[in-house]
């Protein structure tokens, strides 16, 4: 994809999985190109794509009716209640007139905003501006979801709940759901899949578990309390400490995953220290993300 | 909240039909035009700008019944075509009907400017305020079917406005001054004034909707489209009073007669003027003093009315950019 000569995205292979999938990448990575790519505003100068089966070069309009899609910043028609908003949304997506006004009530009340529905969007709040834009993507039933910022200014309880509406569209509701978002919680927190752009290409895709997961499948032990004599008895069996926070310590071994755990079992035994938990340790998001960048 | 058992009931995914992506304007005019619809202002000012037509009825009502009584009395009349001197008798021979359709519009147009402000100032400004250009053309919907689509839906009320009132009067006259020669005087006359308020009312759209187009308050564009059509009608209206102070060269008071069709209103006048074929005779209780100005040539129309449409529509067309969508 180019404007004029400068190249936003190139040499970019990618298959979107159904589900949520987390857009990620730092500023001018080209995240909002191939946001306008999928809308079908931009032909790429060369190769091409398909969404939901359509052309995007070519089936633009198409494509568009079955992707929902909530912007960033914030929209509405002017000097209409919600109602009358979300079900011209409905009509311009191509709903017939009475089914589209069927369906944004019904959409209203399911973003939260059934109470407010016939309130004047110009006197709603930022949080109910946020769930209106939701109830306008939605209400044509797309298939596929496009999440810009979804919980962009929202209060710490406008964010949760507008998390777990995501969280529900996605799981509950057959919907493929695409977020792009610089909040990384909130990546982690409704989707399955992440996405990292750099510089116009891919830098990385997959699950957030494989991306978070770490070389040599480190162990987090967690002690009842803290124990010098069970970190050298863990030394003794082959498990090197890599980072201890309060009574929790990361070990690595050169043994199975089975075996190390057995190993750690040994040493609390012989050390007489008290195991609360055992998990594979991992990275945080953030951590995976920075790292994938070059940060 | 999606928590609740009744709000998780509410929300399907919708498998139904929808229709084909294109021709999505005529959703965009539909919208547009209920919510004209609903502005009791629209219909007073209609109603308003109307007015003339109204009154000449009641006039030649008037007239025409008084006509009768003097012909059931055995008094002399003279009418249209007996000829007579005196104002009842000779009304219907001063008449020229074509002529009452630019009067209408002469005498309304202030309040047809009012109808414009109120119908387009906002139609593309409001939608830049709040950004609605990120709903439509996130939606199977095109630039072409957002700018042709807010073009009609200003356009058919301006048109409903002017048009109304003129069939109205216009089968008024079928029905009772055919004798008076309604019909006979242009039997083109209905046709003629189908396209020349089509135009008007297009010309008019096109420039408040590429005013429009350029700000982002309704308010704003409306004071810039009443501010350039009230100080154009100044300008054109210094042809008026020039001609009107006498001893002036001809080939002066044929550029003065250029000078006034270089309006907005001016711009509409000479279309009535081309197309209805008149010079325009005034108001038939008036003075006969009064200036009249010559039909322009039909190209000064055209650059005069064409072009500043075309213009204002470029100006909409590149205003509206589906690749913005996303910033």
């Known amino acids: 994809m180019k404007y004029g000569q400068f190249t936003a995205v190139d040499n970019f292979d990618l298959t979107l999985p159904e589900g949520c999938v987390g857009l990620l990448g730092p500023n001018g990575a080209g995240k909002t190109t191939f946001l306008k790519t999928l809308l079908g505003f931009i032909t790429p100068a060369a190769g091409g794509g398909t969404v939901l089966g359509m052309d995007i070069a070519t089936q633009g309009a198409a494509i568009r009716q079955q992707i929902g899609y909530m912007p960033e910043q914030d929209c509405h028609i002017p000097g209409n209640t919600a109602v009358q908003f979300v079900s011209y949304a409905g009509e311009l997506a191509g709903l017939p007139h009475n089914r589209a006004l069927q369906r944004a009530h019904e959409v209203l009340e399911y973003c939260g905003l059934g109470e407010a529905r016939y309130r004047n969007v110009e006197t709603y709040s930022t949080g109910m501006k946020q769930r209106i834009k939701l109830a306008q993507a939605l209400v044509h039933g797309p298939k596929l979801l496009l999440l810009d910022e979804p919980t962009n200014g929202l209060d710490p309880r406008g964010r949760e709940e507008m998390l777990s509406l995501v969280r529900d569209i996605s799981t509950k509701k057959g919907l493929s759901v695409l977020v792009c978002s610089h909040l990384l919680p909130d990546i982690e927190r409704t989707c399955e899949e992440v996405i990292v752009l750099l510089g116009g290409k891919l830098q990385a895709q997959g699950p957030i578990r494989d991306l978070k997961s770490m070389t040599g499948e480190p162990l987090d032990v967690e002690l009842r309390e803290?124990?010098?004599?069970?970190?050298?008895?863990?030394?003794?069996?082959?498990?090197?400490?890599?980072?201890?926070?309060?009574?929790?310590?990361?070990?690595?071994?050169?043994?199975?995953?089975?075996?190390?755990?057995?190993?750690?079992?040994e040493a609390a035994k012989r050390s007489q220290s008290q195991v609360r938990a055992v998990r594979l340790a991992e990275r945080s998001l953030e951590e995976a993300f920075l790292e994938v960048v070059g940060g | 909240m999606a928590e609740t058992p009744l709000a998780d009931?509410?929300?399907?995914?919708?498998d139904g039909e929808l229709s084909s992506p294109h021709s999505r304007w005529m959703v965009i005019m539909l919208h547009t035009l209920r919510g004209v619809a609903k502005k009791k202002s629209y219909w007073v000012l209609t109603?308003?700008?109307?007015?003339?037509?109204?009154?000449?009825?009641?006039?030649?009502?008037?007239?025409?019944?008084?006509?009768?009584?003097?012909?059931?009395?055995?008094?002399?009349?003279?009418?249209?075509?007996?000829?007579?001197?005196?104002?009842?008798?000779?009304?219907?021979?001063?008449?020229?009907?074509?002529?009452?359709?630019?009067?209408?519009?002469?005498?309304?147009?202030?309040?047809?400017?009012?109808?414009?402000?109120?119908v387009g100032a906002g139609v593309i400004a409001n939608d830049n305020r709040t950004n609605a250009l990120l709903v439509y053309l996130s939606k199977p919907c095109r630039k072409i079917d957002y700018v042709f689509g807010k073009w009609m839906?200003?356009?058919?009320?301006?048109?409903?406005?002017?048009l109304i009132p003129a069939i109205v009067f216009y089968m008024y006259g079928v029905m009772n001054y055919r004798e008076h020669g309604f019909?006979?005087?242009?039997?083109?006359?209905?046709?003629?004034?189908?396209?020349v308020i089509s135009l008007a009312a297009a010309f008019q759209t096109s420039l408040i909707v590429g005013i429009s187009s350029m700000f982002n308050q309704g308010r704003i564009a409306g004071a810039v489209y009443a501010g350039f059509y009230v100080l154009?009608?100044?300008?054109?209206?210094?042809?008026?009073?020039?001609?009107?102070?006498?001893?002036?060269?001809?080939?002066?008071?044929?550029?003065?007669?250029?000078?006034?069709?270089?309006?907005?209103?001016?711009?509409?006048?000479?279309?009535?003027?081309?197309?209805?074929?008149?010079?325009?005779?005034?108001?038939?209780?008036?003075?006969?003093?009064?200036?009249?100005?010559?039909?322009?040539?039909?190209?000064?129309?055209?650059?005069?009315?064409?072009?500043?449409?075309?213009?204002?529509?470029?100006?909409?067309?590149?205003?509206?950019?589906?690749?913005?969508?996303?910033?």
């Open chain 2, 153 to 162: 839906g200003v356009f058919i009320p301006i048109c409903a406005a002017m």
């Open chain 2, 183 to 195: 019909l006979a005087d242009d039997p083109w006359l209905g046709p003629k004034l189908l396209i």
């Open chain 1, 226 to 265: 803290t124990s010098g004599e069970f970190l050298m008895r863990a030394d003794q069996l082959g498990l090197r400490l890599l980072h201890t926070k309060g009574s929790v310590y990361r070990l690595q071994g050169e043994g199975t995953r089975l075996e190390n755990c057995r190993s750690v079992y």
């Open chain 2, 47 to 118: 109603v308003i700008s109307s007015l003339y037509y109204f009154l000449f009825m009641a006039i030649a009502y008037f007239v025409q019944n008084t006509l009768n009584t003097m012909e059931a009395n055995g008094m002399p009349q003279g009418g249209r075509r007996g000829g007579g001197n005196d104002f009842i008798s000779s009304f219907f021979d001063r008449v020229v009907w074509a002529d009452q359709f630019l009067t209408g519009f002469s005498f309304g147009h202030l309040m047809l400017m009012a109808i414009v402000l109120l």
């Open chain 2, 232 to 327: 154009s009608g100044v300008f054109a209206g210094i042809a008026g009073i020039v001609q009107e102070g006498g001893d002036v060269p001809k080939s002066v008071m044929t550029m003065l007669d250029r000078v006034h069709y270089m309006s907005i209103y001016g711009g509409i006048e000479g279309l009535y003027k081309v197309i209805l074929q008149t010079d325009g005779s005034g108001v038939p209780l008036a003075d006969s003093d009064q200036t009249i100005f010559d039909r322009p040539p039909l190209v000064m129309l055209i650059g005069l009315v064409v072009i500043p449409a075309l213009i204002c529509m470029f100006v909409a067309w590149r205003r509206v950019r589906a690749v913005e969508v996303v910033s």
């Open chain 2, 9 to 14: 009931l509410t929300y399907r995914g919708y």
